[in-house]
């Protein structure tokens, strides 16, 4: 079966459930608000359904030769069961010559859900991120950067997020670009 991603924008009716899980799925400080990922430029927001039933969620943004994954979760009912691997999948199969990249949870002793961060680090090993050296501190939370294809520098996602938040709010959140 294949997946079908549907656009979300302020009329949609896929906003009430997208916009549930978004929440349930992310801690509220690593999270914008909904509204504003409803009116980013150069992001592509979706639904994910496989036949008619709602499987996820998954926010791109799109920047020249860059795909950044922003988001990306699956409804708690229908994990371990593959489709975050389909969902990552699609993706690289619609951009096969883009840059796509992602930041994921940094992986520490430090922190009490660290084997959580393993096994979503080990995920997107099995499909085909590696860990690009760079760290980022969004929204005052650490990342490691992932990269499916080619190389993505500190500068590049600092423009990347300068185009979607601007230049003030860019300096604000990003700390360390």
């Keep these: 079966m294949s997946l079908t991603f549907v656009p979300i924008d302020e009329q949609g ?8 899980l978004f929440c349930s799925a992310f801690p509220e400080e690593e999270r914008p608000p909904f509204e504003w990922m409803l009116r980013w430029k150069h992001d592509t927001f979706y639904a ?6 709602f499987k996820g969620l998954v926010d791109l943004l799109l920047y020249g030769d860059l795909v950044y994954v922003f988001f990306l979760a699956v409804s708690p009912e229908f994990r ?5 691997s389909k969902i990552l999948e699609v ?3 619609r951009y096969p010559k883009e840059r796509v990249f992602l930041l994921a949870d940094e992986v ?5 859900d660290n ?12 499909n085909g991120f590696r860990d690009s050296g760079i760290k980022i501190v969004e929204f005052g939370v ?11 520098s500190k500068e590049e996602f600092r423009l990347v997020m300068q185009d ?3 230049v003030e709010m860019a300096q604000k959140y990003y700390a360390n670009i």
């Design 91 to 93: 993706i690289l199969a």
């Design 48 to 53: 994910v359904y496989e036949e008619n039933t």
């Design 142 to 152: 650490r990342y490691d950067m992932l990269i499916a294809r080619g190389e993505v």
């Design 164 to 166: 979607l938040i601007g």
């Design 115 to 126: 084997l959580l961060r393993k096994r979503r680090l080990g995920f997107y090993g099995r």
């Design 108 to 112: 520490g002793e430090q922190y009490a």
């Design 80 to 84: 371990n069961q593959g489709i975050g």
């Design 13 to 20: 009716a896929e906003i009430a459930k997208t916009e549930a």
